[in-house]
């Protein structure tokens, strides 16, 4: 049993008695969470500090890096969004220049704001197909590394994304080093990547992918929670090279977490690793063979499309595609969720995407396969089902808003609110975005543009989750812009 529960477990069982925060005491009678409240401690005796640590929770770090291999791991308990707002404010200096996809997390573009970074982006790529954001080469970094007029101190991308496709991460860190500039990757959604020892399985012989920080990334974020047995806001980060002063990044995690960490969730990632390394071969053999099962069984879907690995590397991620647009992503999602409770993770415009892990149940999955097979069924059956694709095709993948006014200077700038209809040319004030996965339509300091209008509008007739818009009495929009 790992030594940080271990002892969470002794100092509950002891008669030491608890003149210290948290409130509830270790009170089992305080709450019904009894389970938690037994290990919930603070910084005492014995318990290491996550900011200074030397003792257990040293040791309990240095189990999980034995399993991703980084030079240094650290334990983040606010989510990989701590990771993200640390890993950019230690390698760009502030008011520096940093070159990233347009398809980063927001927590990218709040580390970007906090230090006021100018941020040059690649090249927008979408996957046409199924309307989801593409991967990354080596040759289109280093190509938009050539074309920056100033040189980027960092680059930032996303890999896995959140559908599930993978970046040349090997490539790119190759481009970045030879430059003298660290590569960051969130790979929140990947930390199950390089952790399984086997090839393939099944037909196909498609495995899991290899981890960001074996193709030689800088730093490299991960979201134990996301994919592995950990709690949700439980997650790592790993740094290795020369690229990034480790003090400094080492800094920027006493400023973005917590000063009072909770011992539980640290705990949850200790159980974690203890698991990848006892049953981690058990659990991703049966994510891959999940995978599989959802593939060949829903193969004769004439209305549905699972994607298959070749498009979609990640065995995680079930995206199931609506072809020829016979409804919306949100409607596919909706029948998942009311008629069959199956709780999907997120719908896009013509897709639902679902998770899967090693740690699904065989019945779970089964269901989710018949529901895919009746729901085909039925759009042959009922072709009043059927939606058209107005409105919800957005802004060409080769084009990005003009960027009027730096994103730091616009977000704290005097604003007002206008009718989406008249807010051509104006300057964003906000982030306005679908969520998930939170991509930017517009960030702040950017022009609004006829065709961005338009994409907005298409969203709201779908009553698409959009962010940063509000709706008027009649239905309109409303969007935030500079005075």
Not at 260 to 283: A, R
Request: proline letters at 4%; aromatic letters at 8%; charged letters at 25%.
């Amino acid at each position: 049993m790992p030594e940080l529960y271990r002892e969470l477990n002794k100092l509950a069982d002891s008669e030491m008695y608890p003149f210290h925060m948290p409130g509830h005491k270790r009170n089992l009678e305080s709450t019904p969470l009894k389970g938690a409240f037994r290990c919930d401690i603070t910084e005492i005796d014995d318990f290491d500090n996550l900011h200074a640590e030397e003792g257990i929770i040293l040791e309990a770090q240095e189990r999980a890096n034995r399993l991703y291999g980084a030079e240094k791991t650290f334990f983040l308990v606010n989510g990989s969004s701590c990771g993200v707002l640390s890993a950019v404010s230690a390698a760009v200096r502030e008011g520096g220049r940093i070159l990233a996809a347009r398809g980063s997390h927001k927590s990218f573009y709040h580390g970007a704001y906090l230090r006021q970074l100018d941020i040059s982006y690649l090249p927008y790529k979408q996957d046409e197909r199924y309307g989801i954001p593409d991967s990354y080469t080596a040759e289109d970094v280093k190509k938009a590394l050539d074309q920056c007029d100033e040189a980027p101190q960092a680059v930032f991308i996303t890999s896995p994304t959140y559908e599930g496709k993978c970046s040349d991460v090997a490539g790119i860190a190759k481009v970045c080093q030879e430059r003298g500039i660290p590569l960051i990757v969130d790979a929140a959604h990947g930390a199950h990547f390089g952790l399984r020892k086997a090839q393939g399985y099944g037909e196909n012989g498609l495995g899991i992918p290899d981890s960001a920080v074996h193709q030689g990334a800088d730093i490299v974020i991960h979201s134990v929670h996301k994919t592995l047995p950990s709690m949700t806001q439980t997650a790592l980060i790993h740094v290795q090279g020369n690229l990034v002063d480790k003090g400094l990044l080492k800094r920027f995690l006493r400023i973005y977490q917590s000063s009072s960490p909770s011992y539980v969730l640290m705990s949850s990632i200790d159980l974690c690793m203890k698991e990848i390394e006892e049953n981690g071969e058990e659990f991703f053999y049966k994510l891959l063979y999940y995978r599989e099962k959802i593939q060949k069984e829903t193969a004769g879907c004439r209305h549905l499309q699972v994607v298959g690995r070749n498009d979609i590397e990640d065995p995680a991620k079930v995206l199931i595609f609506v072809n020829k647009h016979a409804m919306t992503g949100q409607k596919l999602y909706d029948i998942l969720r009311e008629e069959y409770s199956l709780q999907l993770e997120m719908a896009g415009n013509y897709y639902a995407l679902a998770i899967i892990s090693g740690w699904d149940k065989e019945a779970g999955i089964d269901r989710l396969i018949t529901a895919i097979k009746e729901i085909d069924d039925r759009i042959i059956d009922n072709p009043e089902d059927s939606e058209t694709s107005q409105g919800c095709e957005g802004v060409s993948a080769s084009l990005l808003p003009e960027v009027a006014v730096p994103l730091y200077e616009a977000w704290d700038a005097v604003k007002e609110k206008v009718n989406l209809e008249k807010a051509a040319g104006r300057v964003s004030g906000e982030f306005i975005n679908l969520y998930p996965p939170g991509i930017p339509i517009l960030a702040p300091g950017e022009v609004v543009s006829g065709e961005i209008i338009t994409q907005l509008k298409g969203y709201l007739d779908k009553k698409m989750n959009l962010q940063g818009v509000d709706i008027s009495e009649n239905g309109g929009g409303i969007i935030s812009v500079l005075s």
